[in-house]
């Protein structure tokens, strides 16, 4: 497994290894119950989101990208994926509290793992199975005013060794991914306004 960090043992927040609270960010919603255009704008939203990770996954020749944002309460949360593939890796490091998303956040450095099934440690083993048929990964930390807010991924099918410029390039799509998400939390109702 490449490591573009050290591995960390603690806590993203110091508490407790494995709980995945990330610290300064501001809560979820208190409430499940959406008004129909509150779920009619983050459905727009969505379909954009989707857009905008295919293209980044094709820029970065990945067969894949996905993002996860943190929130204090409750650590890192799927947003979206170029594929169902992508949101089943999120989903899995979700389940898990484990993985090179988790790693990159908490570190605040891109995490290459060049076959999750070579990872350390049974939560490692656990995330290959639950995340096939993706099998390596790079996640970049995607920062707003300096804080990081989440992870954006990209993944392959197929284990291989991630390239100095493929990192690099993570990580300018990194700060993309955040642009849009500033951008469509502000204008969730843009429709051809140069959002993606």
Same mark, same amino acid.
């Given at each position: 497994? +490449?490591?573009?960090?050290?591995? *960390?043992?603690?806590?993203?927040?110091?508490?407790?290894?494995?709980?995945?609270?990330?610290?300064?960010?501001?809560?979820?919603?208190?409430?499940?119950?959406?008004? $129909?255009? $509150?779920r009619r704008?983050?459905?727009?939203?969505?379909g954009k989101?989707?857009?905008?990770?295919?293209?980044?996954?094709?820029?970065?020749?990945?067969?894949?990208?996905?993002?996860?944002?943190?929130?204090? #309460?409750?650590?890192?949360?799927?947003?979206?994926?170029? *594929?169902?593939?992508?949101?089943?890796?999120? !989903?899995?490091?979700?389940?898990?509290?484990?993985?090179?998303?988790?790693?990159?956040?908490?570190?605040? +450095?891109?995490?290459?793992?060049?076959?999750?099934?070579?990872?350390?440690?049974?939560? !490692?083993? +656990?995330?290959?199975?639950?995340? #096939?048929?993706?099998? #390596?990964? &790079?996640?970049?930390?995607?920062? &707003?005013?300096? *804080?990081?807010?989440?992870?954006?991924?990209? !993944?392959?099918?197929?284990?291989? $060794?991630?390239?100095?410029? +493929?990192?690099?390039?993570?990580?300018?799509?990194?700060? *993309?991914?955040?642009?849009?998400?500033?951008?469509?939390?502000?204008?969730?109702? #843009?429709?051809?306004?140069?959002?993606?």
């Open positions: 497994m +490449q490591r573009i960090c050290e591995r *960390t043992i603690v806590a993203i927040d110091g508490g407790e290894p494995g709980d995945g609270r990330v610290p300064g960010l501001p809560a979820g919603p208190a409430s499940d119950h959406l008004p $129909t255009e $509150t704008r983050l459905a727009s939203a969505a989101l989707s857009r905008a990770l295919r293209s980044m996954a094709a820029l970065s020749a990945a067969d894949g990208a996905a993002l996860m944002l943190a929130n204090e #309460a409750n650590g890192l949360h799927a947003v979206g994926g170029s *594929t169902a593939e992508g949101l089943e890796l999120e !989903y899995a490091q979700e389940f898990e509290r484990a993985g090179p998303a988790r790693e990159s956040v908490a570190a605040d +450095q891109p995490v290459a793992v060049n076959d999750l099934a070579d990872g350390a440690g049974p939560a !490692y083993a +656990q995330l290959a199975r639950r995340a #096939a048929p993706v099998r #390596a990964v &790079l996640s970049v930390p995607v920062r &707003l005013d300096g *804080t990081v807010i989440g992870a954006l991924d990209f !993944y392959r099918r197929t284990p291989g $060794t991630w390239t100095d410029e +493929q990192i690099a390039l993570g990580e300018h799509l990194a700060g *993309t991914a955040a642009d849009l998400v500033v951008r469509l939390a502000a204008h969730p109702r #843009a429709h051809d306004h140069g959002l993606p």
